[in-house]
């Protein structure tokens, strides 16, 4: 990045702060009227110049003000926004309204996605928690109707995946309920591959579930293993930036999209530790979907328990300072309620 003299900071954060505001080119006498700078038109004109000059902002018409690039945002970020931090009093009604949902997983991600969307003004996303090597926790057997059966696996992480399952003859619920405790006795905390490895001291039945719950566990090995949450995305379709249907598509795709947001989620937050927070700025030279949004992205849960992510997606020109707090906060919030939730 380019070294940046005190007043060229100042003025390319104000430049910013403007245009986060009112979405519109910046001109020198704007800022000087609006901001009370101790200097003139053509010195803060001049030193638009230069910041234009070094790729930190951009001047979309000649006779236009300046707007701030993907660059110029990036620099503010990093370099000048420093920590930011909630409101106590934004803090203590976010945390209420968690403590006063059931104690529920998917109520906990709905709300936090509800929370993120109202407090960013922007597209919110959850995805559930899941453990990175899915362990055997419980399984049951539920006899239904004919030889249709409900499976319910428990993974270690709290993880519950409920299948169809069609067998070859009609099996009663005894012989389902032992083989469930069969099963449960010899694979108690172990991943797939060592279930797998088990099944050359099973009978036929047993086999045949044993290579199901296999397959669920490796299915559920997956980044986005669960249900992804989404709230907001009237908020992102409302900016300007939007306006056009290509644009509109493209962060919808973001979103809705699951290889995507998949290869995005493993290329970015996944990186970071749990809490940590991930801000990512236009496409940065690979995503062409994310070339006129923002995101804001964090981990939660408990490492080798279960991890989710959560985050935002708007406009570059988004209110960082607010949302990466936000974004922090329910990712702590968060990761607290699955250490109640999962960790005996």
């Known amino acids: 990045m380019t070294s940046l003299t005190e007043r060229q900071k100042l003025i390319l954060a104000l430049v910013i702060r403007d245009h986060i505001e009112n979405a519109q080119p910046v001109g020198s006498k704007r800022l000087v ?24 902002l951009n001047q979309p018409h000649t006779s236009a003000g300046r707007e701030p690039t993907e660059e110029g945002y990036r620099y503010f970020v990093r370099q000048l926004m420093g920590h930011t931090e909630l409101p106590d009093r934004t803090k203590r009604t976010i945390t209420h309204q968690f403590y006063q949902a059931r104690q529920d997983m998917t109520d906990w991600m709905r709300l936090a996605a509800s929370v993120l969307a109202n407090q960013s003004q922007a597209a919110a996303l959850v ?55 069969l099963i449960n ?15 050359t001291q099973m009978d ?16 559920s090995s997956a980044i986005l293993g669960g249900e992804v949450y989404r709230d907001g995305l009237v908020n992102v ?3 300007p930036e939007f306006a056009e249907v290509d644009v509109a598509l493209s962060a919808l795709r973001v979103l809705e999209e699951r290889s995507l947001l ?3 989620l493993s290329s970015t937050v996944l990186t970071t530790s749990v809490g940590g927070v991930h801000v990512l700025i236009g496409g940065e030279g690979t995503w062409e979907e994310l070339r006129q949004c923002s995101m804001v992205l964090s981990r939660y849960g408990v490492p080798d328990i279960a991890t989710g992510t ?13 949302t990466i707090s936000t974004v922090r906060f329910v990712a702590n919030l968060m990761s607290d309620l699955v250490v109640e939730m999962h960790v005996e």
């Open 237 to 239: 379709l409302a900016e």
């Open 204 to 219: 036929k039945l047993e086999q045949d579930v044993i290579k199901l719950v296999v397959d669920e566990m490796e299915r």
């Open 185 to 199: 006795k010899r694979c108690q905390g172990l991943d797939g591959e060592t279930i797998s490895s088990l099944t």
């Open 262 to 264: 998949e290869d995005l």
């Open 310 to 322: 959560l985050g935002v997606l708007g406009p570059i020109r988004m209110a960082y300072g607010r």
């Open 33 to 56: 009227e609006d901001y009370g700078l101790g200097y003139s038109s053509a010195t803060v004109r001049n030193e638009m110049a230069a910041l234009t000059e070094a790729g930190y």
């Open 127 to 181: 995805t559930a928690p899941h453990p990175e090597t899915p362990r055997f926790k419980h399984l049951e057997l539920i006899s239904t109707v004919g030889r249709q059966v409900l499976m319910v696996l428990v993974m270690t992480g709290g993880e519950v995946s409920q299948q169809m399952l069609m067998l070859a003859e009609p099996v009663s619920q005894e012989k389902l309920s032992n083989v469930a405790e």
